[in-house]
């Protein structure tokens, strides 16, 4: 067996068994209920409003260009639906497949960056596979997983190989450009830091300067004309204010707070310190393990290569972030590898320099297991403390006909994490992975049932098809295009004179409301009542809801109007 051979192997047989896990788990998560509002439904919205109108181009969502995001997801989508029909299967595989793929060029990183720390590589991944956070938002039909990929293969093109030390420009280009045809320039916040701080962790950047950053730059450009080889040709396709939009205002207002614009954007704003409050639940369930912040805190110089490359890519990446106005926990979704990436590298150096405390009791995963018995203590007594009128909510009432069962298995979890000795790093990640799937599961039947909206989808998809024309009281985010197949827009309603003039023009016409309580005319005059996270969704003919705002009543419907309520995880309608 030859050299290259028998590495392969070795790599194969390293895999084992953490991606096989992961996929399965992944799996069974994302298909446990449909596509969330709002996330996932309004990328779909795009992807079929580019598909049903044939804007391959630019994207669409509710008949307007759609700048918030480059289109390579979306023709990624379209490529499965060529092959495999219109369905939200395929990219809901996809995310599978973005998320196992960030796996593996996480292992293939650590390998580079700690090539004399065999168990780096190993832990790394079953680190990133624990986190809760990126668990459950990878089961989002999003960008990030996809930009966390084309990261990562960047960076992977920077570090040296066993006979090359010197980076895959080419291929750093291109990764740069598929990045930013994924999410745009802020790709490039994702991978210059390491590049610009070569010196700080490569040998070769150190000693060919100039090579190091006149190739690199190289690449930029590259990346820059990919992304402009398609923006410069959509800008022109989608009109002066899609144009503006991509080209101006689409980054600069997620950066400068208070900036202004001609239309709303997704900005996010939040303090400078949000993330700082928010590390502790991106890195759950590692941010309650001890040893984690042990190693952190007796990490002392001189460090290694690998552990100056995850500081020169963390730390910038993290201040800029914090002084970016716009936030949101999935913004630096990509760094949360890194960010296991040095958490593997500290624990490494605890183990080689400090072995009396990577071996101390009190530093191990107690904590997550005496919290994990506690909640299933907790699951035990739940239906006893519904019954007894001491608890009451939608969650608890939901919860307690399933509360035993997740009970056992969150006990079997917490007793798993009170053992100790070896493999203590991946009982903790196999614990952490099972149990964000279990609370996935309790999700899908006890609240999925507030997020679904598939009976209102199918009511205007119906009238959608029967050429009626829709309209939506306030802002609409494509929640119902993909799921009802619509292909005309939905009009949003944001006053009443908009509303009555919408109804005079198609008085055969539905409109949707977000009331936060029913009213007893709703029940009446309303063709569908279902509720919607914590208030519900209300779909009206158009002329009836215009009689009862104007204060006139209605002729009586001539069907009665169709409630949904839950029953065992389920929609059912109400006689």
């Not at 930009?147 to 030390?165: F, G, Q, S």
């Not at 006890?446 to 205007?460: G, K």
Request: net charge positive; glycine share 8%.
């Amino acid at each position: 067996m030859s050299a290259n051979v028998y590495r392969r192997s070795e790599y194969l047989r390293a895999l084992w068994p953490w991606l096989p896990l992961w996929t399965v788990v992944a799996l069974l998560a994302i298909f446990s209920h449909g596509p969330m509002p709002l996330y996932s439904t309004r990328t779909l919205a795009v992807a079929w409003e580019m598909w049903s109108q044939h804007h391959w181009l630019v994207p669409y969502i509710n008949g307007a260009p759609y700048s918030e995001k480059a289109p390579l997801l979306f023709w990624m989508i379209h490529a499965g639906w060529f092959v495999f029909g219109v369905s939200d299967v395929w990219p809901r595989v996809l995310e599978v497949i973005f998320g196992g793929t960030q796996l593996v060029l996480l292992s293939l990183l650590a390998q580079r960056l700690f090539p004399n720390r065999a168990w780096v590589a190993k832990a790394a991944p079953w680190m990133l596979l624990a986190l809760a956070y990126a668990f459950l938002f990878g089961l989002q039909i999003m960008y990030d997983v996809l930009l966390a990929v084309w990261t990562l293969a960047a960076l992977l093109c920077l570090t040296p190989k066993r006979h090359r030390e010197e980076p895959r420009w080419l291929l750093f280009g291109l990764c740069i450009g598929a990045g930013l045809l994924t999410k745009g320039p802020v790709m490039l916040l994702h991978v210059v830091f390491p590049w610009l701080l070569g010196p700080l962790w490569s040998d070769w950047a150190r000693q060919h300067r100039a090579r190091w950053y006149g190739r690199g730059v190289l690449s930029l450009l590259l990346g820059f004309a990919m992304l402009l080889a398609w923006a410069i040709p959509a800008g022109f396709s989608g009109g002066d204010a899609y144009r503006h939009r991509l080209f101006f205002t689409q980054t600069a207002g997620r950066v400068v707070k208070g900036m202004e614009h001609a239309q709303p954007l997704q900005s996010h704003a939040r303090p400078m310190w949000w993330y700082v409050m928010m590390v502790p639940v991106l890195l759950f369930p590692f941010s309650a393990w001890p040893r984690m912040w042990v190693a952190l805190g007796t990490l002392r110089k001189p460090l290694d290569s690998g552990l100056r490359f995850t500081l020169c890519w963390l730390a910038p990446v993290f201040v800029t972030f914090s002084l970016i106005s716009g936030k949101q926990l999935y913004y630096p979704l990509p760094e949360l590898a890194g960010a296991m990436l040095l958490v593997a590298g500290a624990v490494a150096l605890l183990r080689e320099r400090r072995p009396a405390l990577a071996e101390n009791g009190w530093l191990g995963t107690w904590p997550l297991g005496v919290g994990g018995i506690a909640f299933a203590l907790f699951l035990f007594a739940l239906p006893a403390l519904v019954a007894g009128n001491h608890l009451h909510g939608e969650w608890f009432d939901g919860t307690a006909p399933y509360s035993r069962s997740f009970g056992a298995a969150f006990l079997l979890l917490g007793g798993l994490l009170l053992l100790r000795g070896r493999g203590e790093m991946r009982r903790l990640a196999f614990a952490g992975l099972i149990g964000t799937l279990a609370l996935n599961t309790l999700f899908t039947l006890t609240l999925w049932h507030r997020y679904d909206l598939q009976p209102a989808s199918q009511m205007l998809g119906a009238a959608g098809a029967e050429q009626r024309l829709i309209g939506i009281e306030g802002n609409y985010e494509g929640q119902f295009h993909f799921a009802g197949r619509l292909t005309q827009p939905i009009t949003e309603l944001h006053d009443g004179a908009s509303l009555q003039a919408f109804a005079k023009a198609h008085p055969d016409g539905l409109v949707v409301t977000h009331p936060e309580k029913l009213s007893p005319d709703a029940l009446r005059y309303a063709l569908l009542v279902q509720p919607f996270r914590s208030s519900w969704l209300v779909i009206w003919p158009a002329a009836s809801l215009a009689d009862l705002r104007s204060g006139t009543t209605p002729p009586e419907p001539s069907q009665p109007t169709q409630v949904y309520s839950t029953g065992e995880g389920r929609y059912r309608v109400q006689p």
